[in-house]
Each structure stands twice: as C-alpha cells, then as structure tokens.
C-alpha cells in the first residue's frame, strides 16, 4: 500500500543531479516523497527486504560467473550521514555480498601512486554490492579547497574520472553516485551532539569544526562535481540529508532500482538437476 | 526474562570441545539451551541488539587506535549453515566493522605460498570482527581426506596453526572457532531443498554429493583437529547444526562473549571537550 502512494515520482527522477544548485538546496526537503517520517521508516522496512531479495540474486549470479556488480559512491560533509546509511541500508542485506571501503586520509604507501590506484584495489568484485565510504571524488573536493595539488593537476581529474567510470560502467558494474548534503545547521546540531554524550566521542575530530569555515568553497567543489560528472552511464543523486529516515529510504530505493536495472533471474543450474536427484538418493 | 531462564548453562561451556568425539555428536541437539525453537528465535533477536552495542564499542576502539579484534572461524560439512550464520548472525552488526572473507579452493596464485599466506592476508584490522568461511582448517581437513598434500606435510600443520593462532591471540586478536555439524540425514535433505527449487540450484554443487562418501574420512579429520588444536588461547566450540535457530543463537553467544571478554569501554575523547565545544558554538 505504501508503496504504491508514498513517492508521486521515482527517487531517480527526485534526486537527479540535473541542473541542481548546491547553495540552493533545501537539505530538510523530502523529494519526491509524499508521507512523513512514520510512513518512511514503515516503508523503509518493507523496502529494507525487497533490498535484501535482490541483492541475493545479484550474488547467486555473481557465485555463478556473473561479473556484474553494483558500486554505491557516498559523498558528503561530515555528519551528513554516510556511517548512518551502512549500517542501517547497507546491513539489511547478506555481508557476503558486501564489498565495503572507507577512503580517508590517503596513506603514506597510497600517496606513492595515482590517486585511482586504491580506488581500483577496491572495486567490487562480480557479484558484489561495492560500498565507497567516500571515493576518488575527495580528489577534487577536499584537495581542490585545501589546494592540495595545483589547480591545473585537480582540473584534469573531472575528464580523467569521468573516463575511469565509463570504463567501470564498460566493465558491468552499476555506479551510484550520491552527494549527501546536511544544512550547516543541522551539522552543528550532529557535532553538538558527538560532544554531549560520550558514547558518541569517537566520531568527533576537531578538524570537522575548521572544515565548516570551508564551507561556501565545498558548495563551490560539489558544484564542480555534479557540474561535471554527472554522466548518464554513472548519474550523480543530491540527497538532502537532514532527515535520516528519508535519506536511508532514498538509498534503499536508488539500490533496488539499480539491481532491478540489472533484471537478474536465478542462475541456471549448470548441472542435470534429475540425475542429481538420482545420484543424491543413493548417496 | 528469557536471558536469565533459557541457558542451563553458558554456551561457551555447553559447547567447548574438550572431549568431544565427533562420531558420537548428536547434531539434532541443543547443548545448554532449555528453550524450543520459538524461545530461541526471540532471544536470538534481543540478543542481536546486544551483539551490534559491543561490536559498535569494538569498532569505536578501532578508530580510535586499539588494535585489538575479534576472529569467528567458521568450520563445517557442505549445508551446516556458514552462510546463514554470516547473513543472520554477521548481518546484525555494522557492515563497517565487519572483515569478511571466504576461503574456496585455493587460486593458482595462493597454490604458489605456504598455505598460511591467504590466511594472514584476510585476517582482521583493529576493531573490525573478521569472519572466516572456511579457513586454515581446510588445509588439515579436504587436504587431509584427499591426500592432496603427503601426510608428513599436514602432519606437521596442527603445531604450526597452533603456533600461529597463539601469534594472533599474543597480538590482540581473540578467535572463536566453531565447527559446525549436521548429520548426513540432515545433509541429504538440504542438498535435495538445492535440487528441488530454482531458486537455490545456485548453492548446489555436484561434488557435494561425491563428498558425502568421505564422510567417516572427514569425521577422523575434523576429530583430529579438536584433539590436536583445541588450545587454551583459540579453543574449538563444537555446534550441533541440524537446528538452524539453535547454531545461530549459539553463535551470537559465543560472539557476544568473546566482546564482553574485551572489557570494552567508550573510548575517551582524544580532545577538551569544553574547548571544542566553545569552538563551536563560535563555528
């Protein structure tokens, strides 16, 4: 029921990263949802296992030489909510079928090599739903407004990614780009909060505090990158995120909608089911 | 309430291998705990609430520099269920803290190193739960039953697994090694359930059924493996499968004691908290 009448258009279509402005964006809207809180979260969790189906599908035909795969790409500011959307949409479905990585502060051994060096140790496998925890997007986003590398070095990535995904896409996976955008707001509110309670401690670093002075030249950075790379072969989705409940069903959606993409059946049996049957019997 | 009445005594005792003899294992049984299966299922699902709370703190601990983890072995026959542990069990805690890995038939490149190299490759970062499908066991167990290596080699493979679990536990790991069975009866239904839908003839293999000839060949293995690797440091639980509710039940147990066993605490703030809280306020 709620599925039929909560969204009055698809998630792909609300979150299109066409023609959006960044300073423009309204981070509590709900896009294309029509129900509150209490109709997503109930619809999260029916979705949560339609999620779940497909993904085991994806896998069976992976464990059968399918080498497709699906690559979710989570940007964002701090606080906007990337851990949230692992554990609650990522752990609704089978950890064998999850290829996760989290891309922080580049290592002394990866800063040896081309920045899409330890993206491409860390592409899924055939198979697999691929988890980026942040990406090869950083490398024109948080390099570009600490001037971490010359303008004329970071300037070359855009057309350099946007190649590198065209081949992944070549390749059979799936790529999903989401740019997940908090208010600056509703991000003190997250930090207040990390700084409150103690359990929450660990997820504070006061470097998340300089980064918010940064803040008009990341909406100028993540201009850049919608601007342009948001290709047809791997479209990017602007996901306001001040509402967790809408941006864990969101994701839910642009996953299920990119394993139906793949209209996966189950794998044939490369064996001759009755003379397994005849031989089990006696065995 | 259920906590408190179920378990006539902790799984860890109910289960330790001492002693055991695997052709005498009753696999239909369900050592310790009281309860039927309904009980079982709904203190399996406050019991996973408990599970994700430790995991979370092991995985805060993690970030936070501690370098300890926790390591599940997951041993067993065709169909006792690794999969449904990992995807029921696994499946409960945060996929971020999860390091996953499936030990098959060994690669032409794994062929080329000692059979511990895969091994320690996959093994878990700090603060992550690793989950092994099989693992270094495999190379005293179908390599034992198979003679695909000569005796002398894998004879001397117990004192060295013993040797390099006690490295691991001496550098902060914790390993919980389940063997799981199930009996052959119970075997043949499951495989013939693979034969007679669709929708798992994914999961069937036909040597599965070959393997089934080796049965009292596999038992003196895997006896051989409790009597000689069931140290004080990485102790064997013997987990009777025929009860999927019961081994994953059990297994949350075990795991959920391996975590409290940590003494697991919130990590302190690494930072004045006042401090980054007046900073902002003025952010």
Redesign the interface.
């Known amino acids: 029921m709620a599925k039929a009448t909560s969204w009055s258009k698809p998630v792909t279509k609300a979150l299109r990263a066409d023609g959006v402005k960044v300073s423009d964006l309204n981070t509590s809207a709900t896009p294309g949802f029509k129900g509150d809180k209490k109709a997503g979260e109930a619809l999260l969790a029916e979705r949560a296992g339609v999620l779940s189906d497909l993904q085991e599908k994806l896998y ?2 992976g ?2 030489g399918d080498t497709r795969s699906v690559l979710l790409v989570l940007q964002g500011m701090d606080t906007a909510g990337k ?1 949230g959307i ?2 609650h949409v ?2 609704s ?4 079928g ?1 290829d ?1 990585a ?1 891309f922080g502060v580049p290592t002394p051994e990866e800063k040896k090599h081309h920045y899409l060096w330890r993206i491409r140790r860390k592409l899924p496998r055939g198979g697999q739903i691929g ?1 980026f ?1 942040r990406s090869h997007y950083e490398d024109v986003l948080v390099v570009r407004v600490h001037d971490l590398v010359p303008p004329d070095v970071w300037e070359k990535r855009y057309d350099e990614i946007n190649r590198f995904e065209r081949k992944l896409v070549d390749d059979g996976t799936v790529v999903v780009k989401v740019a997940m955008f908090v208010s600056l707001d509703e991000q ?1 509110k997250r ?2 909060q990390r ?1 409150d309670r ?2 929450k ?4 670093n ?1 470097n998340d ?1 300089d980064e ?2 940064f803040w008009p030249q990341y909406q100028e950075a993540y201009q850049a990158v919608l601007d342009r790379t948001n290709t047809d072969h791997a479209p990017w989705y602007v996901l306001p995120c001040d509402s967790k409940w809408y941006s864990r069903l969101a994701i839910t959606e642009l996953l299920i909608d990119a394993l139906q993409g793949l209209k996966l059946d ?4 490369n ?1 001759d ?1 009755d003379e ?2 005849k ?2 019997v006696r ?1």
Chains 1, 2 share one sequence.
């Open positions: 069976a035909n464990r059968s851990g692992v554990r990522i752990g479905v089978d950890p064998q999850v996760h989290a988890v925890d003190k930090l207040q700084l103690a359990d401690y660990w997820k504070f006061p505090i918010r002075a189950w794998p044939e049996a064996f089911v397994q049957k031989r089990l065995a």
